[in-house]
């Protein structure tokens, strides 16, 4: 296995893929193939990608930020699924999502729209009032469509999830995921970005992303996302940065307690709700906060299983999970640096699953 695998990636640097890449593979808690190549960035000076180079993972936050954190609040019965968000956020007088559920924002049918630069208008306003300013500006967004008629992949929703991840537990996003995940973990790389502190890792640990026109400057080390950035570091939909080990980590651990093998600050039955697919609108393939395969063009190939699980970021991060064969491949690149016009991995990705999963076997 290890040597075609690692081939292919060198395929994937010499075809401009990626300027480098991090490609751990697992089955159950057993590490089988966990490699690096080509470099972590490019400019100002070339600088050899390693294992334990930390990635902006864009919107793996998603899965593994805001709905593990929606994850707890349900899981402790601090949130249903199907309330209205008008119950937890009020003053509410925006009537035409005044009905606009957990659910439906987790599985990406809300009606929301994908994504708009709010950046561009927040920025006008100190720090602190960011936020507020942002979640006006989406809750005056018209929806792009009928809630739980239209699938849409929206940043948008995932942003108003975190607005009521505050409401009720009182903290912010990242103080939430550091005191009951994070940190109990043992995930010393795995965090929140926040602009206004000090960095605690050294810049040149982390892959380069993009040269960014607006801050003009290769972003390497603060999130790359600019609605994201504009807001402090971090939103529900960007700002999440970590190792593949730090992933592999904490996905092993919900992996263990969905199949009822450890105990943990989720129960059994929490874990498996999320990860089912909801079926809304018919034919989505979204579950709760993560994706699952598609018949066609899934970026996971065409061997995972249709119990899996997983998602990707527009920097060049993925993971996906197959449940039923306990697999497990996290794919980091920066494949946007320098430029966010490299498309390639989405043809290469799901070739490099394939090979993958033909190389474990059955």
């Not at 003009?216 to 939909?237: K, M, T, W």
Request: with cysteine.
């Amino acid at each position: 296995m290890t040597n075609k695998i690692t081939e292919f990636l060198k395929k994937g640097l010499k075809e401009k893929v990626y300027p480098g890449a991090v490609l751990l593979v697992a089955r159950g808690e057993d590490t089988v193939f966990f490699h690096n190549v080509g470099n972590r960035a490019l400019t100002p000076k070339p600088l050899p990608m390693e294992k334990e180079t930390i990635f902006d993972l864009a919107s793996l936050t998603k899965p593994l930020g805001t709905t593990l954190a929606i994850m707890k609040l349900v899981d402790e019965d601090l949130l249903g699924f199907d309330i209205p968000i008008s119950s937890i956020i009020k003053p509410f007088p925006w009537k035409d999502k005044a009905d606009l559920t957990p659910r439906l924002l987790l599985n990406h049918s809300a009606g929301l729209t994908d994504w708009k630069p709010f950046y561009l208008e927040i920025i006008k306003y100190p720090i602190e009032k960011r936020k507020s300013a942002l979640r006006r500006l989406i809750m005056e967004e018209p929806l792009s469509g009928e809630p739980k008629k239209i699938s849409c992949y929206s940043d948008l929703g995932f942003m108003l999830l975190e607005w009521m991840i505050e409401i009720i537990t009182s903290q912010d996003l990242s103080s939430f995921l550091n005191s009951t995940f994070y940190h109990p973990f043992g995930l010393k790389n795995l965090y929140l970005d926040n602009i206004t502190v000090d960095a605690v890792h050294e810049k040149n640990l982390f892959a380069a992303t993009e040269y960014c026109q607006w801050r003009r400057e290769i972003i390497q080390g603060q999130v790359h996302d600019e609605n994201a950035y504009a807001l402090g570091g971090y939103s529900g939909h960007a700002g999440l940065f970590g190792t593949a080990l730090d992933i592999f980590t904490l996905t092993n651990k919900l992996n263990k307690i969905y199949h009822g093998y450890s105990s943990g600050p989720l129960k059994t039955k929490t874990v498996r709700t999320f990860f089912s697919r909801q079926g809304i609108p018919q034919g989505s393939t979204w579950a709760l906060g993560w994706d699952t395969p598609s018949e066609k063009n899934s970026s996971s190939g065409n061997y995972f299983n249709s119990n899996s699980i997983g998602h990707t970021g527009f920097t060049g991060t993925s993971i996906w999970i197959d449940l039923k064969k306990d697999i497990t491949v996290i794919f980091l690149t920066n494949r946007i640096h320098p430029s966010r016009s490299n498309e390639k991995i989405k043809d290469f990705r799901p070739k490099l699953h394939n090979l993958i999963m033909r190389e474990l076997g059955p």
